[in-house]
């Protein structure tokens, strides 16, 4: 069965340090793969998302996440947050012909000053 | 501004009672999801509709129904409401006319208390 991992519940980072988060996938053939980023109070917001070709996916707000199929991983990274980063982050992947997503249980980021 | 639109945003009821939930996807989107999201639980898909008919369902109670309008609008009816069903309920769309997508585009959500 497909299933999504996100092993850090809360990441804390300094302002202007990277970071990165991480996201593991079981799924038996090539997966759809997606962030969202979820403010407080707000709805998710699609961040990036990979289907294909280039590994390395670039998404808006600086963020950017490569795929390893080797790792079955797709970690979101950024090289300089800013403190409107806090958030809450979801991967999450599709597969199969029921056009869902499985979902992550999300990294909260706390951004310190 | 995602195009999802969901009312309304907040809604405090008591228990036993019921309320309905709407939500109008992106123009053009044929697909509708329903999560509840609450603190203990994370994000839990509820139900799909695809143009007005079922598609799949999820963790969703038999207390809880929606359906999907010829508008393509959809509605979430949660009935005798208990303390444990306070929570975010989302709306996602997906999938324009052109073919099938696993991209949603989720709407701003539906703060639900019971108290």
Known sequence: AQSVTQPDIHITVSEGASLELRCNYSYGATPYLFWYVQSPGQGLQLLLKYFSGDTLVQGIKGFEAEFKRSQSSFNLRKPSVHWSDAAEYFCAVGGGSNYQLIWGAGTKLIIKP | ?115
């Not at chain 2, 709306?91 to 099938?100: D, I, R, Y």
Request: net charge negative; proline share 4%.
């Open chain 2, 1 to 115: 501004d995602s195009g999802v639109t969901q009312t309304p945003k907040h809604l405090i009821t008591a228990t036993g009672q019921r309320v309905t939930l709407r939500c109008s996807p992106r123009s053009g989107d044929l697909s509708v999801y329903w999560y509840q999201q609450s603190l203990d639980q994370g994000l839990q898909f509820l139900i799909q509709y695809y143009n007005g008919e079922e598609r799949a369902k999820g963790n969703i109670l038999e207390r809880f129904s929606a359906q999907q309008f010829p508008d393509l609008h959809s509605e979430l009816n949660l009935s005798s409401l208990e303390l444990g069903d306070s929570a975010l309920y989302f709306c996602a769309s997906s999938v324009g006319p052109s073919g099938f997508s696993y991209e949603q585009y989720f709407g701003p959500g539906t703060r639900l208390t019971v108290t």
